[in-house]
Nanobody, 119 residues
Framework: QVQLVESGGGLVQAGGSLRLSCTAS????????MAWYRQAPGKQRDLVAG???????NYADSVKGRFTISRDNAKNTVYLQMNSLKPEDTAVYYC?????????????WGQGTQVTVSA
């Protein structure tokens, strides 16, 4: 019922920048929180940044000052601007959205986009 499609991943040198986008589509009443998670090979999926419908944001300590999350509610899109990238940022980045559909509130995930940072 809800589809999240990420884009913007790629290969970048340390110190470079990337901008990830995630657009939600389908039939839903509203999108509450949206977030970006990442998962490196053999590791757990961890929260990178989140943004509430109010615009309030939170970030993992490892990305504070370097990453910025934002959203365009009219476009049902969340962005992650990643600056000063480090090799440790290499991971698959997943978009997450908390979506209300009729009576239901649930979490939906995108397919992920690879970010690789070379030293």
């Amino acid at each position: 019922q809800v589809q999240l499609v990420e884009s913007g991943g790629g290969l970048v040198q340390a110190g470079g920048s990337l901008r990830l986008s995630c657009t939600a589509s389908g039939n839903f009443s509203s999108i509450n929180a949206m977030a970006w998670y990442r998962q490196a090979p053999g590791k757990q999926r961890d929260l990178v940044a989140g943004i509430a419908s109010s615009g309030s944001t939170n970030y993992a300590d490892s990305v504070k000052g370097r990453f910025t999350i934002s959203r365009d509610n009219a476009k049902n899109t969340v962005y992650l601007q990643m600056n000063s990238l480090k090799p440790e940022d290499t991971a698959v980045y997943y978009c997450n959205a908390k979506v209300r559909i009729r009576y239901s509130l649930g979490d939906y995930w995108g397919q992920g986009t690879q970010v690789t940072v070379s030293a």
